[in-house]
């Protein structure tokens, strides 16, 4: 059964061009998969940080998402989390990057992660509103977003995984991959149609509510309000926006 694709065939067409995997973000999940030499990658959307040299079966329900697979794995299984058509440790390690808040049982597709494979490594989020992100004073529907409402964290992993580490990802200042707070430093970003298409937490906002709020962050870029609160950000190197890499299993 193909489950949960259907959101991102609608808001996922720019993902090829403003969701380009960061080297700096790839590491800790590389080094994390540790020795595993066989992975399925749950939810893979494009294939960011898949590793190169391993072998890598993605699982995607959505057709846009693997329409634009590109330089990744050809072997793609269109289905979603919470089933999986593999058998009991098929795998040495199963993979999810930042895709368990659009899964629709988020408890079935990580129990369904533990069944497919011994390790399991996760990389997720806490609520922009637990960081304080200043974007919410602009974007303020965010928080009626179901996937900011109560997206699945620590405490849900821990139910389903014998969880072994959790690590903090830090965002870097001249972050590649477009996701939520990527563009921490970099307000102007926010005020790309195409930079908001590939953030599901303004793309599944009304228009209306993403016009006006863009428009106030324009006001005050061009004022120099945004700079006067928040303008000592585009001098740090790095941003904890509370990403999170889950470790679990053996």
Same mark, same amino acid.
């Given at each position: 059964?193909?489950?949960?694709?259907v959101r991102?065939d609608e808001?996922?067409?720019?993902?090829?061009?403003?969701r380009?995997?960061?080297?700096?973000?790839a590491?800790p999940i590389?080094?994390?998969?540790?020795a595993?030499s066989?992975i399925?990658?749950?939810?893979?959307g494009t294939?960011?940080?898949?590793p190169?040299?391993?072998r890598?079966?993605?699982v995607?329900?959505?057709l846009?998402m693997?329409?634009q697979?590109a330089?990744?794995s050809?072997?793609?299984v269109?289905c979603?989390?919470?089933? +999986?058509?593999? %058998?009991p440790? &098929?795998?040495?390690a199963? /993979? @999810?990057?930042l895709?368990?808040?659009?899964?629709? !049982?988020?408890q079935?597709?990580?129990?369904?992660?533990?069944?497919?494979?011994?390790?399991?490594?996760?990389l997720?989020?806490?609520p922009?509103?637990?960081t304080?992100?200043?974007?919410?004073?602009?974007?303020t529907?965010t928080?009626?977003v179901p996937?900011e409402?109560?997206?699945?964290?620590?405490?849900?992993?821990?139910?389903q995984?014998?969880?072994?580490?959790?690590?903090i990802?830090?965002?870097?200042?001249d972050c590649?991959d477009g996701?939520g707070?990527?563009y921490?430093s970099?307000?102007e970003a926010? +005020?790309?149609p %195409?930079?908001? &298409?590939?953030?599901?937490w /303004? @793309?599944l906002?009304?228009?209306?509510?993403?016009r !006006?709020?863009t428009?106030?962050?324009?006001r005050?870029?061009?004022s120099?309000?945004?700079?006067?609160?928040?303008g000592?950000?585009r001098?740090?190197?790095?941003y904890?926006?509370?990403?999170r890499?889950?470790i679990?299993?053996?």
């Amino acid at each position: 059964m193909v489950t949960g694709g259907v959101r991102y065939d609608e808001i996922g067409r720019s993902y090829a061009v403003t969701r380009r995997e960061d080297p700096r973000i790839a590491a800790p999940i590389w080094r994390a998969l540790g020795a595993a030499s066989t992975i399925v990658n749950v939810g893979a959307g494009t294939g960011n940080y898949e590793p190169p040299d391993r072998r890598v079966v993605a699982v995607e329900p959505s057709l846009e998402m693997i329409g634009q697979r590109a330089g990744r794995s050809h072997l793609v299984v269109r289905c979603g989390a919470e089933l +999986l058509p593999f %058998r009991p440790g &098929a795998f040495d390690a199963a /993979l @999810a990057v930042l895709t368990l808040h659009h899964w629709r !049982d988020a408890q079935a597709g990580l129990a369904e992660m533990r069944r497919v494979a011994e390790r399991q490594v996760i990389l997720y989020f806490e609520p922009l509103r637990t960081t304080g992100f200043w974007v919410l004073d602009y974007f303020t529907e965010t928080a009626d977003v179901p996937s900011e409402q109560n997206p699945p964290g620590e405490s849900l992993i821990s139910d389903q995984l014998d969880i072994q580490d959790i690590q903090i990802v830090e965002v870097p200042a001249d972050c590649t991959d477009g996701f939520g707070a990527a563009y921490w430093s970099r307000p102007e970003a926010y +005020l790309d149609p %195409r930079v908001q &298409a590939g953030m599901s937490w /303004l @793309a599944l906002q009304p228009e209306a509510a993403r016009r !006006d709020g863009t428009e106030r962050l324009a006001r005050d870029l061009r004022s120099g309000r945004w700079d006067d609160l928040h303008g000592h950000l585009r001098t740090q190197r790095s941003y904890d926006g509370g990403y999170r890499l889950a470790i679990a299993g053996s």
